[in-house]
C-alpha cells in the first residue's frame, strides 16, 4: 500500500476515534473563548485574527493538495471541492472582518493552536478524500445525492451565516463586550441557531460525498458543538434568569 494511501486510511480511522474523545472533552471542558471567556489559558489574540489564523489552513493548505489529486480536473471533484471552499472562505474571511467591528475578549492562542491542527488535519482528509481516492467511475448515484447533499448544505449555511451576523450585530448595537438574547430567525426555537445551521452543512457534505472521511467530519461537528451548545444554553439560563424564553432547546428545533 502507498505511504500516502496508508497515512490517509489510519487518519480516517483516527477521525473517527476522535469525535466520542471531543464530545466527553467539550462536555466538560467548555474553550474559554467568546461569553465562556476566562483566565489561566496563556496570552491571547484578538478574535478576528484567531479566526483567520486557525481557519486559514482550509483556504491554502486545501489548495496547495488539491492539485496533487489523480482528481484533479474531474467536474464532480471541483464542484465538492468548490463546496468546501464557499463555506471556509466566508469562516476565514469574511466572518473575522466583521469581528474587527467591535471590541470583544481575547482569544487564546493555546486554543487557536489546537484549531489550527485540526483544520490543517481535517483539510487533508477532505481534499484527499474528494481529488484523489473517491470513485467517481463507479459512483452511479453520485449526481443524485450530490443534489440532495448540496441543497441541505446552502440551507444549513444560510442558517449558519444568518445567525452569526445575527449575534455580530448584537454585539455591535451594544456596549463593552455584554451579551443580550438574540430573537429572530431559528432563535426564536434554540440557543444556538449558527451552530445547528453548521450542523446541518456537514450533514449535507456528507451526503454529497458519499463517503467515511465526509460522515467523520459531520460526526465531529456535532461532537464539538453539541457539548458547545449545552454550555451555551445553560450561559443564557443562567445570566437572564426568567427573561430567558424557557421553551427554547439548545441546538435542535423541537428535540435537543
Known amino acids: 500500500m502507498p505511504l500516502d494511501e496508508t497515512f490517509f486510511?489510519?487518519?480516517?480511522?483516527?477521525?473517527?476515534?476522535?469525535?466520542?474523545?471531543?464530545?466527553?472533552?467539550?462536555?466538560?471542558?467548555?474553550?474559554?473563548?467568546?461569553?465562556?471567556?476566562?483566565?489561566?489559558?496563556?496570552?491571547?489574540?484578538?478574535?478576528?485574527?484567531?479566526?483567520?489564523?486557525?481557519?486559514s489552513p482550509t483556504l491554502w493548505f486545501t489548495l496547495i493538495l488539491y492539485p496533487l489529486g489523480q482528481h484533479y480536473s474531474n467536474p464532480k471533484s471541483i464542484l465538492l471541492i468548490s463546496t468546501?471552499?464557499?463555506h471556509y472562505i466566508h469562516r476565514t474571511i469574511i466572518y473575522p472582518l466583521r469581528l474587527r467591528r467591535k471590541p470583544t475578549n481575547g482569544y487564546p492562542?493555546?486554543?487557536?493552536?489546537?484549531?489550527?491542527?485540526?483544520?490543517?488535519f481535517n483539510s487533508y482528509?477532505?481534499?484527499?478524500?474528494?481529488?484523489?481516492?473517491?470513485?467517481?467511475?463507479?459512483?452511479?448515484?453520485?449526481?443524485?445525492?450530490?443534489?440532495?447533499?448540496?441543497?441541505?448544505?446552502?440551507?444549513?449555511?444560510?442558517?449558519?451565516?444568518?445567525?452569526?451576523?445575527m449575534l455580530v450585530r448584537l454585539k455591535e448595537e451594544g456596549s463593552g463586550v455584554g451579551y443580550k438574547?438574540?430573537?429572530?430567525?431559528?432563535?426564536?426555537?434554540?440557543?444556538?441557531?449558527?451552530y445547528f445551521g453548521?450542523?446541518?452543512?456537514?450533514?449535507?457534505?456528507?451526503?454529497?460525498?458519499?463517503?467515511?472521511?465526509g460522515?467523520?467530519?459531520?460526526?465531529?461537528?456535532?461532537?464539538?458543538?453539541?457539548?458547545?451548545?449545552?454550555?451555551n444554553h445553560i450561559w443564557y439560563l443562567e445570566k437572564f434568569g426568567e427573561d430567558y424564553p424557557k421553551e427554547r432547546k439548545i441546538v435542535i428545533p423541537f428535540l435537543y
Not at 460522515?215 to 453539541?226: E, H, I, K, M, P
Open 181 to 194: 438574547i438574540p430573537f429572530g430567525g431559528l432563535f426564536e426555537y434554540v440557543s444556538c441557531a449558527n
Open 198 to 213: 453548521e450542523i446541518v452543512e456537514w450533514l449535507g457534505w456528507s451526503l454529497m460525498t458519499g463517503s467515511s472521511v
Open 125 to 165: 482528509l477532505q481534499t484527499r478524500g474528494v481529488s484523489h481516492y473517491a470513485d467517481y467511475a463507479n459512483d452511479y448515484c453520485f449526481w443524485w445525492r450530490f443534489c440532495c447533499g448540496f441543497v441541505v448544505f446552502i440551507i444549513g449555511m444560510f442558517v449558519n451565516v444568518k445567525s452569526d451576523m
Open 84 to 86: 468546501f471552499l464557499l
Open 9 to 55: 486510511h489510519y487518519s480516517v480511522i483516527t477521525f473517527f476515534i476522535l469525535s466520542p474523545v471531543t464530545f466527553i472533552s467539550c462536555r466538560y471542558i467548555t474553550a474559554p473563548y467568546g461569553k465562556h471567556h476566562r483566565k489561566g489559558w496563556g496570552p491571547t489574540l484578538p478574535p478576528s485574527l484567531a479566526w483567520f489564523f486557525m481557519e
Open 109 to 120: 492562542i493555546s486554543v487557536a493552536g489546537i484549531a489550527f491542527g485540526y483544520n490543517l
Open 215 to 231: 460522515f467523520g467530519f459531520f460526526l465531529y461537528t456535532c461532537a464539538n458543538l453539541v457539548p458547545r451548545a449545552r454550555a
